[in-house]
């Protein structure tokens, strides 16, 4: 395996995946909003999520997955219905100085639905699988992309939530907080139009 193209693997993954959109941002959101402890289920639950749309990738399936009749409606409905409800929730957050712990954060199931619903996970893995290669045999490429792709999911992930915690560490003001919350909220809904848009488009 040539290492020069594993390099331009890694950063196209960290450029595009890595990117802000629904899964990232709100994960960033939820450890704004609840700390890394209380996210990290939701945020174990959207890795899942999102490498089961790197098997379907890899595997050559995503082209036909939207054009079937029943999932590419519902993934489109799950997706819109998740994304409203996770933004009320981490608009309406209590801030962290006034921690109430009847407040819970999304759960690991959540992360699920979003990591396999999200619209931009389709496109921009599938860009970057399809553009770099990084060995000459087809079936030790998608392997080795696969495997390379997971680590930079866990790792881009893991990176927001804590770019999402660091920010609440500093709004100890319940006013900063809840603007924090609401912003956070309001941008994970606009990603998450642009990248219906830019999928269905």
């Known amino acids: 395996m040539n290492w020069e193209p594993v390099l331009s693997l890694i950063l196209a993954a960290s450029a595009v995946m890595g990117s802000p959109g629904p899964a990232t941002i709100s994960i960033a ?5 609840f ?3 209380r996210a990290i289920p939701y945020m174990i639950g959207l890795i899942a999520g999102t490498t089961s749309v790197l098997v379907v990738v890899a595997l050559g399936l995503s082209a036909a997955l939207p054009s079937l009749p029943a999932i590419g409606p519902a993934l489109t409905v799950a997706s819109i219905a998740y994304v409203v409800w996770l933004a009320w929730k981490i608009a309406t957050a209590p801030p962290l100085a006034t921690f109430d712990p009847a407040s819970a954060p999304p759960p690991l199931w959540g992360g699920v639905i979003l990591g396999i619903a999200n619209p931009k996970a389709y496109v921009a893995i599938a860009a970057v699988f399809a553009v770099n290669r990084v060995a000459a045999d087809p079936l030790a490429d ?17 990176v927001w939530l804590l770019a999402g915690a660091s920010v609440a560490r500093l709004l100890t003001h319940p006013l900063a907080a809840r603007i924090t919350n609401v912003t956070l909220a309001a941008a994970m809904l606009v990603a998450s139009l642009m990248a219906l ?5």
Do not use: Y
Not at 29 to 33: E, H, L, M, Q
């Open 197 to 201: 848009l830019a999928r269905h488009g």
């Open 35 to 37: 700390c890394v402890g």
């Open 29 to 33: 959101a939820v450890g704004s909003a």
């Open 142 to 158: 998608a392997l080795a992309k696969t495997a390379i792709l997971a680590v930079m999911i866990v790792a881009i992930h893991i």
